[in-house]
């Protein structure tokens, strides 16, 4: 596979692909090459096949165009995703850090008054305030 794979991708899928990281030679990655980091974070040799395939800017990684993107490439459309909360808590606004659909989790969360402990990523709401112990509660 090691040596089709490249050949294939280049001659059938030139206009898809830019490339293709095989598993075998993860030691020599070009660390100087932007997509490297992207595929390293998403690397697990006990779990990832042999190869990750490269796409291109705008190919989309599904057989279906209408589900728009796969959250799968270093691209624009792919790593800046729309968060949005509407209504309840949530004051009309915009959050100017940097958020991630992680962090989707630990703000239903918090609004929950659910603990996360190993959430990994944070709540965008202000947790609740803790509940007064009903001696101190005034009367």
Do not use: C
């Amino acid at each position: 596979m090691d040596a089709a794979l490249p050949k294939v991708l280049s001659t059938l899928f030139a206009e898809e692909f830019a490339g293709v990281d095989l598993a075998s030679q993860a030691d020599s990655w070009p660390a100087s090459d932007p997509m490297t980091e992207f595929v390293r974070n998403d690397f697990d040799p006990a779990r990832s096949g042999d190869a990750t395939l490269i796409p291109k800017p705008g190919v989309l990684m599904h057989w279906d165009p209408g589900r728009g993107t796969g959250h799968g490439s270093p691209y624009e459309p792919d790593t800046h995703v729309p968060l949005v909360f509407l209504g309840g808590p949530f004051a009309p606004g915009r959050i100017a850090a940097d958020t991630t659909p992680y962090d989707l989790a630990p703000t239903l969360a918090a609004l929950l008054a659910v603990k996360m402990p190993a959430a990994t990523s944070r709540a965008l709401v202000p947790p609740p305030p803790p509940e007064m112990p009903a001696q101190s509660r005034p009367k």
